[in-house]
Nanobody
Framework: QVQLEESGGGLVQAGDSLTLSCAVS????????VAWFRQAPGMGQEFVAS????????NYGRSVQGRFTIARDNAGNTASLRLNNLKPEDTTVYSC????????????????WGQGTQVTVSS
C-alpha cells in the first residue's frame, strides 16, 4: 500500500521560511518522481515543484521560482520543499504526490497523494 504523509506546515510571518517534508512508503522510492501542489482558491491544485529520479531534474511553478527548493533523500524515502521568503498569498494546503519514473507538472499524472499540510503566512 502506497502512503504519503506531509509534515512541517504551520503559522509563520511574511518573510519567514518553512521546510515541508513528504514521507513515502510502499514503493521503491528511488524509482518514483515527486511533486508538490497547493490548493489554489477556486482553481484546484496548483503546481508548485517537482523532482525526478535525478536531483538535477527539478521544475518550479512560476509563482514560487527562486523562493522554493525541492529535494529528495532516497535513503530516507522522503522529499522536502523549502519555502523561503513566504508571502501571505502562499497561504494554503500543500500536498505531495508521487508517480513512477518521469516527473510531471500535471496533477492528473499523479496517482498517489498525501493528505496535505497547512501553511499560513500572516502579514
Amino acid at each position: 500500500q502506497v502512503q504519503l504523509e506531509e509534515s512541517g506546515g504551520g503559522l509563520v510571518q511574511a518573510g519567514d521560511s518553512l521546510t515541508l517534508s513528504c514521507a513515502v512508503s510502499g514503493v521503491i522510492f528511488s524509482d518514483f518522481a515527486v511533486a508538490w501542489f497547493r490548493q489554489a482558491p477556486g482553481m484546484g491544485q496548483e503546481f508548485v515543484a517537482s523532482i525526478g529520479l535525478s536531483d538535477a531534474d527539478v521544475n518550479y511553478g512560476r509563482s514560487v521560482q527562486g523562493r522554493f527548493t525541492i529535494a529528495r533523500d532516497n535513503a530516507g524515502n522522503t522529499a522536502s520543499l523549502r519555502l523561503n521568503n513566504l508571502k501571505p498569498e502562499d497561504t494554503t494546503v500543500y500536498s505531495c504526490a508521487t508517480r513512477r519514473s518521469q516527473a510531471s507538472r500535471q496533477r492528473y499524472d499523479y496517482v498517489y497523494w498525501g493528505q496535505g499540510t497547512q501553511v499560513t503566512v500572516s502579514s
